[in-house]
């Protein structure tokens, strides 16, 4: 029983409540904890994300707890708790929102950050970074490299200036370290 | 991913729109759409900015955009609506492209090859090119995967609100006079959405664990996906869980995956090495990852 | 109630003259708002005569000073803002008219249970509220008109639609004090969902148990006019004094004759879906809903019989009639209760749970039966489908 995070509450704060409802997320203080959330989570079956905690760590303002938890980047964003909640909560906004104020306190997985880095120089999320992608794409009777970003620099640029544009690079760093290619069987 | 990784799905795509006379025009300089599990996780502002830029580039062509992927679908479905109907976040997201030189009207339609099938074409005149159907079929028992955001969120999307339950997808795909196996929580998510497969692969390939377990267990015989992502997942995916879970499961999965157009490519009877079917000799390390030459063997189509 | 002083001729199209009492409430209202501002406000506003303030309007000296004005002619309509017109309207009513003014020509404006009551800390929005309230206060006594009292005759009986638990009691509290009641079901039984309860929370009562007895008890008590199988056709009068027309369903078998032996239903040849049940376990054609129903007697469902005579040849009372018709009663009432209950919502329509596609899915009302003793399968929890 050791391993139980015990979090003291003296003073149920607003402060989260206060920026979902300023971002227009106002029925998140409508989550009665029925727990259909949960019940239908694909991932909370298999990892310790439980949606409803979550909800009701959100409802008591626990800032802090909910935003640097790993277990926030364990939704797979499959919207079911979205669909089912009778209270009409769009849970999975709510965590994609979160996921915005955690990266903004710095809060970013390691191979997510890699893959901004990726977005900045490329254009994508996946790129052309081998040759045998090219060779498969020519297999198929399609030009090697295909008309996206990879074809027109101009539309590289684009991206990268509207990147500049919203701060995503100063948000997510990607200035940080050496782009090194990241596989991961892709 | 299409364009990247499975460029068998853009041909096979290509292919099967060709015979049914619509034609499929490209779109020039596009991006990453951006992906909406990690890139709208991060910063849900940039996520429309370049989620627009990609749709004005469809607004100067004039033209509905037709989606292949899933994770297209969700995010460029959504920035569409959203920015149609928020006056506020248009405002914004036009200061940001206005320096770029473009401008997001709101005058297009984002649809995904699904719905332009079974909405725009029809199951009746897709059925009508199948060189198979009820009476001569393709012996395949076909689990549909419908991955998660081609139904969900269901309010914005052309389903009639149906995301528990849809049956569109089985509909569309047996014309090929194959059937589709009802099997244990059909509708689970791949796991590779939400960036889950880029942070915490395991937890992903376990997702894929489940599913694979429960069409397994049904006697599926090929996977069917509307979404690179997922079939990705349950493709590459498949063969990771072979290896990383060899302990927990009773043997190793050979179920191949399909991409709907390469079944319904197959059913108006082109090759299966045009469709991407079987992996090119000439290269490693390429998809298809679980492969289809046994069971297309059974099914008596010649290879 | 007697008027003491004669009221003034007011017939409610003259110009009105409004009043404005502004009480401070001690500081439950004076304490939040300026009051002397607010009147300086109200006095700006059309047809008031004038706006004063005291501290406790409902004070013998509060209620005065509206008595002094009325009297001296000075204004033909009262708004006092104030407390919650539940503490003070029939005091001000009252001052009214005893001073001689209809009192029916006053308004009270809620600015201390619905103003600053609630807005404690925030003295400008407690103020635009007050403010809100008066005006609208006063532009109703603008339109109000002179009212009479009257007194008028009760029907002393009473229609109550739907005998589950609570129609159920409500007829036996009022049958008990005296009065009629009209007992109107729509089921051929009574009994409703309470009925098909196995237990009840938190006593762990069996439902039955307790259920049973007041279902007799309304068979038997004089007062009771229990009309099962029947519903309200239609409804005319006015409170207090109410004409319903209630149809009678046919059941087919004289309900006078019929000893409820079940011999008909044993030789029935129909099978259709039991709604006591809820669809678990089929009935007959010719059925009662459950062996404890009341009222016992059986009744045909006519929309499934397809008249083969059996029921007719096998009863011992011969109390089958096939061309039994529906019946109309006119009832007079003074008052109605509806106690109609709910009806269970439908679970195919939540898809997740596969209610009807997968077997063993069943509602909490099923599973109730299934517990139940007299249920589809005797009390035992086990699939009903096998």
């Known amino acids: 029983m050791e391993n139980i995070k015990t979090s003291r509450i003296t003073k149920i704060n607003d402060d989260l409540s206060d920026l979902l409802r300023d971002a227009g997320y106002l029925e998140a203080s409508s989550c009665i904890q029925c727990g259909t959330c949960s019940g239908g989570c694909p991932s909370g079956r298999r990892t310790a994300f439980k949606t409803r905690t979550l909800m009701k760590k959100v409802q008591l303002g626990l800032t802090e707890e909910v935003l640097s938890d790993k277990e926030l980047w364990f939704c797979s964003t499959c919207y079911k708790c979205l669909e089912r909640c009778p209270r009409g909560v769009p849970v999975t906004d709510v965590i994609i929102y979160l996921r915005n104020l955690a990266v903004q306190r710095g809060y970013i997985q390691g191979p997510h950050h890699a893959l901004c880095k990726m977005f900045y120089k490329t254009g994508h999320g996946v790129p052309i970074n081998e040759e045998k992608w090219s060779k498969l794409r020519e297999h198929y009777k399609l030009k090697g490299i295909p008309p996206t970003t990879h074809k027109f620099p101009e539309a590289n640029k684009e991206v990268q200036s509207l990147l500049k544009s919203t701060r995503f690079d100063e948000l997510t760093k990607v200035g940080d370290y050496d782009l090194k290619d990241e596989e991961g069987g892709e | ?303 | ?386």
């Open chain 2, 1 to 303: 991913m299409i364009p990247n990784r499975y460029p068998f799905i853009e041909s096979a795509t290509n292919n099967v729109f060709e015979k049914l006379n619509i034609e499929l025009i490209e779109m020039e300089g596009a991006s990453c759409c951006p992906a909406p599990g990690v890139f709208r996780g991060f910063d849900i502002d940039t996520w429309l900015v370049i989620g627009a830029r990609n749709i004005t580039i469809a607004e100067e062509l004039g033209l509905d955009i037709a989606l292949m992927c899933n994770g297209c679908y969700g995010s460029l479905l959504e920035v569409n609506h959203t920015l149609k109907h928020d006056k506020e976040k248009r405002r914004i997201v036009n200061e940001h492209l206005a320096k770029i030189g473009r401008e997001f009207k709101g005058s297009i339609n984002v649809r995904h090859v699904v719905d332009i099938l079974y909405h725009d074409v029809g199951v009746d005149k897709i059925q009508q090119r199948s060189k198979y159907g009820r009476k001569t079929p393709l012996n395949l028992k076909l689990g549909l995967h419908y991955g998660c955001h081609l139904t969900k969120p269901s309010e914005i999307r052309p389903w009639n609100q149906e995301s528990e339950k849809p049956t569109f997808f089985d509909e569309l795909v047996e014309v090929s006079g194959c059937k589709s196996i009802d099997y244990k929580d059909k509708f689970l998510c791949c796991g590779a959405g939400g960036g889950v497969r880029g942070a915490f692969k395991e937890v992903s390939l376990d997702y894929t664990r489940e599913k694979l377990e429960n069409m397994k267990a049904a006697g599926i015989d090929v996977i069917i996906t509307a979404c690179p992502f997922c079939h990705l997942q349950l493709d590459l995916g498949q063969v990771e869980v072979n290896k990383i879970f060899k302990d927990k499961i009773s043997g190793p999965f050979n179920i191949p995956v399909m991409y709907f157009t390469q079944l319904l490519g197959l059913a108006f009877g082109m090759e299966p090495e045009e469709l991407g079917l079987i992996r090119s000799p000439d290269l490693t390390g390429i998809p298809p990852f679980i492969p289809l030459k046994p069971v297309l063997k059974k099914i008596g189509v010649k290879v």
């Open chain 3, 1 to 386: 109630m007697a008027d003491i002083t004669e009221e003034i001729k007011v017939n409610g199209r003259e110009t009105p003259k409004i009043g404005v009492y502004i009480c401070w409430c001690g500081i439950n209202i004076g304490g939040v708002v300026d009051v002397p501002k607010l009147c300086e406000y109200t006095e700006t506003l059309p047809n008031v005569t004038f706006a004063k303030e005291y501290k406790f309007m409902c004070s013998d000296i509060g209620q005065g000073m509206i008595m002094e004005d009325i009297m001296e002619g000075k204004i033909n309509r009262i708004v006092v803002a104030s407390c919650s017109p539940r503490m003070h309207e029939q005091t001000f009513r009252r001052a009214c008219r005893e001073a001689g003014l209809n009192q029916f020509l006053f308004e009270q404006a809620n600015i201390r249970e619905h103003c600053t009551w609630v807005t404690m800390e925030d003295v400008p929005g407690a103020t635009k509220i007050a403010k809100d309230h008066i005006r609208m206060a006063i532009a109703k006594a603008g339109k109000l008109k002179p009212l009479k009292v009257n007194k008028v005759p009760v029907e002393p009986s009473t229609l109550v639609v739907g005998a589950g638990i609570a129609g159920i009691n409500a007829a036996l509290d009022l049958a008990n004090s005296g009065y009629k009641v009209y007992l109107v079901e729509k089921a051929p039984t009574v009994g409703g969902h309470m009925a098909q309860l196995d237990k009840t929370f938190p006593t762990m009562d069996c439902s039955s148990c307790i259920t049973t007895p007041k279902m007799s008890e309304i068979a038997r008590n004089p007062n009771i006019e229990l009309l099962a199988y029947s519903t309200v056709e239609s409804l005319t009068g006015y409170v207090g004094n109410f004409q319903a027309r209630i149809r009678q369903k046919p059941h087919y078998i004289d309900q006078e004759l019929c000893t409820g032996c079940g011999t008909c239903a044993e030789n029935c040849p129909i099978d259709c879906a039991n709604e006591f049940d809820l669809g678990m376990k089929p009935r007959k054609a010719c059925y009662v809903a459950f062996p404890q129903a009341v009222p016992g007697q059986y009744t045909i469902d006519m929309k499934h019989c397809v008249r083969c005579g059996i029921c007719e040849e096998v009863c011992p009372t011969k109390a089958i009639r096939y061309d039994d018709k529906t019946k109309y009663l006119d009832i007079k009432i003074g008052t109605i209760i509806l106690a109609t209950g709910y009806d269970p919502y439908d679970a195919t329509r939540m898809k997740q749970y596969g209610y009807g596609i997968y077997p063993n899915v069943v509602t909490a009302l099923q599973m109730e039966r299934l517990l139940s003793s007299f249920g589809p399968t005797g009390g035992k929890v086990k699939d009903h489908q096998t």
